[in-house]
């Protein structure tokens, strides 16, 4: 059947074997994790197989998409599922992070005023911390677990963090005029700068970290501060290193000219990524830096 | 990254591909819809005998079969296997093999992604049932005794097995959000040329709304046994009130979470009833608008009224009062929605198959279960039923027929449309008879229980509670049994009965009916005109 005669139709992939490869591989990774955790040995060996196995799923998988959709199987209805899906997706990560923002808001408005003592609470403090707790934030608790801390202020790498990844997102849209008049060059050379910018933001946060632990004594383990503060940066980190990767497989097929401008939904969806990374930023730099 | 370019040929199969490799490389909607359905039933059977376990344990007071831990081991289980692995698996299955066919779609939108969230099922199950065997190995810690809840600090204090549940958690979740994503994306983007979204046949629109629901709630439930996994082993005091965290921020989480899911849970099944009811009523659903009202207003609501199942932890008195109106008020959409089905009952030419036994089964007994929700959702009652057998009745009386029962009356509705054969009818009401009267007897006499001061969740009891635990223990057995003949039911249609018709029932509507029994193995590759 030729392409042209099908090209009305919505396109139904062959079977693949790539979904069973990424169970196995998921499978694999946690069940690794879940015995490193607990210090059984070859734990960390399942991490790391399952986690190549990832990595080739992933290649493979999106292989086979980028050969369908530069062989014509894909019409603008199968574009529009595609760009559903990434919408549908980046809202459940939306949610994700809510429920660690959830988790800030919550420590810091009803459960510390709570321990310190607030309203018909107040015998809480007096006989277990004998009225000593005065419920600030940034707070380690009742108990300061993990020892004097320093928190991380806002002005120094935050600010310049902030800077990168709001001109990052500047770039990355430069690259989408050029893409929108096939300008190749621009599009290609503004890839390059969102990732330089991207990788530059990974490279200050890692510098902060070792900061933090080294000169801050401003740890994992220090109260509700530390764990609300890694947490949400952490998992913004990672975003934004796989956001960088993602990045780095758009430029590679810019380079190849996959890109049209009007066929172009995997730039869209990464460029939707990374603005969505770039809003969670803000409202880290605001709530866990700022306020 | 290297390229291939796919052959013209390879692009098309017209025939279902043969062998394991049909099954396991599968990117047909109807083939993975049977995968969801066989590995619910699958978990039905693996929930269902802990639940006998429970059951046998709890025939007598004292301590007879297992140990607590093991007790509680099995009580978590059963509800995590019963929720993420038999319900809202079988409610996608359901949904993977109506969808399509209901809105004139080739298939899902997504066809490899439907694959991939179908296979991390079988992995998420392999995860749950070892932080069930882990234990008994040496050096595999203590048992989840915590109830399917998790909450901590108890959760944070238990062995490796339970950081084999959470990773369940992660691939239940990651299933669950792909799954909705591709049952969002088919039914906005799939529809036949003409099918408006206020055409559109109502077990699609429970299901849009489930999946929107989904992904909006599970990431949180996600983010939430993430930061239980950090407390764990990572030192991070979320949870822990030394460090200025609250163990009650995790019922937070999960309850923002766990509300939802009861909808979650109930939706798709409305959605069988808004076809089982009008097909053996021949008559329209009454009042389609009021239905997609009702539903978005109880999803809506559904969102903000999760504390009500943490009335007893202290709250302030404000917040008390707004989740138990909150509460209060979603039964009214949920009203409107049972009341739309007897309106639809009301004079039609009603025949009695085991479908529309089961809808009428459900239109009762959710309605009771509805009623004992209102009476918990008041807070001073609360207080005394709170972690009784009394929450236990109420949540199997919403669960089983509004859940349960529902995809079995939808099994039982599409069951000649999949397999081309018609289920022996006689059998099919007496499953329904053994079911439905054996879940009475099982669950009825535990709000008495509960009433009575009986506490959930605990292996042995005051003797006091011996009469009515008997009383429900034998239930149980009629009931756990009953779902052999299903079994049976099901295997024996698959494999032959009286062929069925394209429209396999008199009153049946729908783009479905038009497909031959058993449908071919792509269909509507040409989308139908819908008037
Ligand atoms: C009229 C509507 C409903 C109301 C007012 C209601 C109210 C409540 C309340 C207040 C509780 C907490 C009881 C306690 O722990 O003390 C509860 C528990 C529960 N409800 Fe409902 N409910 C309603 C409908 C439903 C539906 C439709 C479902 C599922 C399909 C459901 C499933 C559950 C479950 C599973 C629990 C127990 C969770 C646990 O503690 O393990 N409820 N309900
Ligand atoms: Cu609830």
């Not at chain 1, 429920?99 to 800030?104: E, M």
């Not at chain 2, 950081?163 to 088919?186: E, R, Y």
Request: contains cysteine; aromatic residues 16%.
């Amino acid at each position: 059947m030729s392409a042209e005669a099908h090209s009305g139709d919505y396109y139904i992939p062959n079977p693949s074997p790539w979904p069973i490869i990424g169970m196995v591989s998921l499978l694999v990774t946690l069940m690794g994790a879940a015995l490193a955790m607990n210090g059984v040995g070859f734990g960390t060996y399942l991490v790391i197989g399952g986690l190549l196995l990832f990595a080739y799923l992933l290649y493979g998988w999106f292989r086979d998409v980028i050969g369908e959709n530069l062989s014509d199987c894909y019409n603008k209805q199968v574009d529009t599922s595609f760009r559903m899906g990434m919408f549908w997706f980046i809202a459940s990560e939306v949610f994700f992070f809510l429920s660690f923002f959830g988790a800030l808001y919550y420590i810091r408005v009803i459960a510390l005023p709570w321990l310190g003592g607030e309203g018909y609470l107040g015998p809480t403090n007096e006989f277990l911390y004998g009225g000593a707790f005065v419920p600030d934030w940034p707070s380690a608790g009742p108990a300061e677990l993990g020892g004097g801390f320093t928190p991380m202020g806002p002005w120094g790498i935050p600010a310049i963090n902030t800077l990168l990844l709001l001109s990052s997102g500047a770039t990355i849209t430069w690259a989408h005029w050029g893409l929108k008049v096939d300008n190749q060059k621009q599009l290609v050379w503004g890839l390059v700068a969102t990732i330089i910018l991207g990788l530059l933001f990974v490279g200050f946060q890692a510098y902060e970290y070792i900061h933090a632990y080294s000169a801050l004594n401003l740890t994992l383990g220090t109260g509700a501060y530390g764990s609300t503060f890694y947490m949400l940066t952490g998992f913004h980190g990672f975003h934004v290193t796989m956001g960088a990767i993602m990045l780095m497989a758009i430029l590679g097929r810019a380079m190849k000219s996959h890109f049209s401008a009007h066929n172009h939904f995997a730039f869209e969806a990464v460029a939707w990524y990374w603005h969505f990374v770039d809003v969670v930023w803000l409202g880290l730099f605001v709530f866990v830096y700022w306020l | 990254m290297s390229t291939t370019t796919l052959s013209h040929d390879e692009a098309h199969h017209h025939d279902a591909p043969k062998g394991w490799r049909r099954w396991l490389f599968s990117t047909n909607h109807k083939d993975i819809g049977t995968l969801y359905l066989l590995f619910a039933l699958t978990m039905l059977f693996l929930g269902g005998a802990s639940a006998m376990l429970i059951r046998m344990e709890l025939f007598m007071p004292g301590i007879q079969l297992v140990d607590p831990d093991l007790y509680n081991n099995l009580v978590t289980n059963h509800a995590l296997i019963m929720i993420f692995g038999a319900v809202m698996p079988a409610a996608a299955g359901l949904a993977n093999w109506m969808i399509p066919m209901m809105i004139g779609a080739p298939d899902m939108a997504l066809p490899r992604m439907n694959n991939l969230s179908f296979w991390i099922l079988p992995a998420a199950a392999t995860m749950l049932i070892l932080s069930f065997v882990v234990p008994f190995f040496p050096g595999g810690g203590t048992q989840i005794n915590t109830g399917w809840t998790l909450y901590p600090p108890l959760s944070v204090q238990v062995g490796m097995s339970m950081d084999f549940l959470i990773f369940a958690i992660h691939l239940l979740g990651i299933s669950s959000v792909l799954a909705s994503i591709n049952i969002i994306v088919t039914l906005l983007n799939m529809r036949a040329p003409g099918m408006a979204l206020m055409k559109m046949p109502m077990f699609c629109w429970t299901w849009l709304v489930t999946a929107f629901l989904l992904i909006l709630v599970v990431p949180v439930l996600a983010g939430g046994v993430t930061m239980l996994l950090f407390d764990r082993h990572f030192g991070t005091s979320f949870f822990d009130a030394a460090g200025g965290g609250d163990p009650v921020l995790f019922q937070h989480l999960f309850w923002f979470f766990g509300h939802p899911e009861v909808y979650i849970l109930l939706l798709p099944s409305i959605g069988v009833l808004s076809h089982v009811i009008p097909a053996f009523s021949r008559k329209p659903l009454f009042g389609y608008n009021s239905m997609v009202g009702s539903m978005l207003a109880v999803a809506t609501i559904g969102m903000v009224v999760w504390a009500h199942h943490q009335y007893t932890i202290g709250m302030s008195m404000g917040a008390v009062t707004y989740f138990m109106i909150g509460t209060i008020i979603i039964s009214i959409p949920v009203g409107l929605m049972i009341f739309n089905f007897i309106a639809t009952m009301w004079r039609g030419s009603m025949t009695f198959e085991t479908p529309m036994l089961f809808a009428i089964a459900i239109v009762l007994m959710f309605t009771f279960g509805g009623l004992s929700g209102v009476m918990l959702a008041v807070v001073p009652a609360d207080m005394q039923y709170h972690d009784s057998m009394f929450v236990v009745a109420h949540f199997h009386y919403v669960l089983m027929p509004g859940a349960v029962f529902g995809l079995f009356a939808g099994v039982f509705y599409w069951l000649p449309k999949w397999t081309g054969h018609m289920y022996d009818e006689r059998l099919g009401k007496i499953f329904f008879w053994t079911n439905v009267i054996g879940f009475n007897i099982t669950f009825f006499p535990q709000h008495f229980l509960g009433l009575a001061g009986m506490p959930r969740r605990i292996i042995d009891y005051n003797v006091m509670f011996t009469e009515f635990n008997v009383i429900s223990s034998v239930g149980a057995i009629i009931f756990g049994l009953s779902h052999l003949l299903l079994l049976y039911i099901v295997i024996k249609t698959i494999r032959g009965g009286k062929k069925a018709e394209s429209r396999s029932w008199e009153g049946a509507k729908g783009l479905e009916w038009e497909l031959d029994s058993p449908p071919a193995f792509h269909t509507w590759t040409v989308a139908p005109q819908v008037k």
